[in-house]
């Protein structure tokens, strides 16, 4: 059997134990579709592979080889690519994959494994929901095959309804974004990098009063705990990067009211509201985001000030 239809009957397989319902069905579920999934990113290396080359791109070791006049890279050992290589190589051979849905499926995924309960159903829909997204885009723009000719009737009319039922509930929680209180536009923007830490699910509902509940498993946040989340969830990569490279984060601890909600670009915390001034009153330079303490100076001027006194 050729990759793909693997790819397309861990898929099938996916559908009928989300049909079955029951627990462990349903965590069998997740785990066939996303299997599913990752075999049509196989596919797309191996017809990528040089011919000749032991589908050197499939494989996770590669290793140089002389033939004749010239090197050739041939895969070596049974061990295909895990997920982060088949990234890195997508990203050099210029194949477009919406990861940050596909990062969502891997979450539900490692939520359900760990804690399901039968309140997660949204969480299971939004991911069978994103993979049937994933997979038809890319069944179609890299694998150049009609995704609906692929696919029985019953799975096909299957992910259609799992995907409009997710895709009211989302467009639901979109808009009630604009219910979240807060003056920084930073979060307002990055809202939707949300979701939530219990199951997984990005159907996250903003009420009235800023507070939001998970529409899959019901979890609530208070109003300053929904920003503070947002902030996290949108910053923490960025924030990673940047200190690993030796710069500043773009997020941190606010000097008034101390949640992790400060955003540097807009000199506001996104909780409290609180403003400070990016520029030392004495010497005028920037001052450096870990001195930021609400006093206007850099660390060196209050030093230097508490010694004049
Ligand atoms: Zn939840
Ligand atoms: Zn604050
Ligand atoms: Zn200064």
Known sequence: MSILQNAIQAMECGIEDYGMGTDSRLKSAIRNVHAGVLLLFKQKLSQ??????????????????????????RGKGEKTVDVQSIRERFASLDVSVDWQAFDAINRIRNEIEHYYTTANNKAIQEAIAKSFAIASEFLTTQLQVDPKSQFSQ????????????????????????????????????????????????????????????????????????????????????????????????????????????????????????????????????????????????????????????
């Open 154 to 309: 019953h799975t096909w009319d299957v992910f259609i309804d799992v995907k409009d039922v997710y895709q009211k509930e989302k467009a639901n929680c979109v808009q009630s974004q604009t219910n979240i209180d807060t003056e920084s536009d930073y979060v307002r923007e990055n809202a939707d990098a949300m979701s939530c830490d219990a199951c997984g699910s990005d159907l996250i509902f903003v009420d009235g009063h800023g507070g939001a509940q998970c529409r899959s498993c019901s979890k609530r946040w208070d109003r300053d705990n929904l920003i503070v989340s947002i902030v996290n969830e949108a910053s923490w990569y960025e924030n990673h990067m940047s200190v690993k490279d030796g710069g500043d984060p773009i997020t941190t601890d606010c000097p008034e009211c101390c949640k992790s909600a400060f955003i540097v670009e807009e000199m506001i915390c996104a909780v409290c509201g609180e403003t400070q001034q990016d520029q030392c009153n004495r010497c005028g330079t920037a001052i450096p985001i870990e001195e930021l303490d609400g006093s206007g100076f850099c660390g060196y001027c209050s030093h230097m000030m508490s010694k004049d006194d």
């Open 48 to 73: 990528l592979s040089p011919q000749d080359s032991d589908e050197a791109l499939l494989k996770q070791k590669v290793m140089p080889e002389i033939a004749g006049s010239t090197i050739v890279w």
